[in-house]
């Protein structure tokens, strides 16, 4: 059962964009942003996904590494304020809205306003740029345990807890969503702890995306690497002997926008 009108009519949806690529977003997702009367989105929100709500007011929230346009206090404030207004407010996250996306402190915060809301799951970048590089999560025989870790290190946002120690051997595959930046400590942590320094990784970059770029390497080299590819977020690194079967899977066309714009 769906969650009914706030006293004036408003209400909001915490959406799920998916990670990319349009085709991702869910149904339900899209009705509820063709009927919106507000969207407040994020950086890694296919514009094209905008145009699905032609009539609604856009509202860019931001949150670019390091700095964001509206503090999540703000943002908070501005989803209750035009629900109290009466209105259809969709927040339009990346990926889904409860992976390392606050919508679970926006949700809080309307819980806390009595708010209506509902949230609409999306199909996060955790497992959908690793499909789109052609890297199962889990395979039989080589993987049956995957974590997703952040590898954001800033005290004050997205507090890094991650016990790396314990997770080098505590599944198969790991997932690691920001943690380019701390990649070099990352890879050494996890070779301390008793990770092959041959173990395969890749950086998935804008993945699901015309842009899509994938560097591969090994727990002892991929720091290298990816310095030397000058890679810069958005990143999902995958960690695990699972990546090795992108070598046979590799389906999605990478760099199809670079090719096109150099005919
Ligand atoms: C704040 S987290 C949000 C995650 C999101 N809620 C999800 O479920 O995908 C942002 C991080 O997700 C990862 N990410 C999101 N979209 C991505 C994409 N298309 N390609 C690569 N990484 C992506 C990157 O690690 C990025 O730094």
Redesign the pocket.
Known sequence: MRVAAGRRGGSVALV?AG??DPGLMTVRGLELLRRADVVVYDR?VDPRLLDEAPRARRIFAG?A?GHHTLSQERINALLVVHARRGRRVVRL?????F???RGGEEALALAQARIPFEVVP?V???VA?PAYAGIPLTHRGTASSFAVVTGHEDTDK?RSNVDWARLARAADTLVV???LKSLPRIARTLVANGRPASTPVAL??????DVQETVTGTLGDIAARAQRARLE????AVIGDVVALRERLAWFAEGRFLKEIAQ
């Open positions: 799920g990670p990319g890694l949150k590494t996250k990346g990926g889904d809205p992976v390392f996306g999306g996060s970048s955790a740029v997205l969503l920001m943690g998935v970059r804008w993945g699901t995306t977020p958005p990143v999902v």
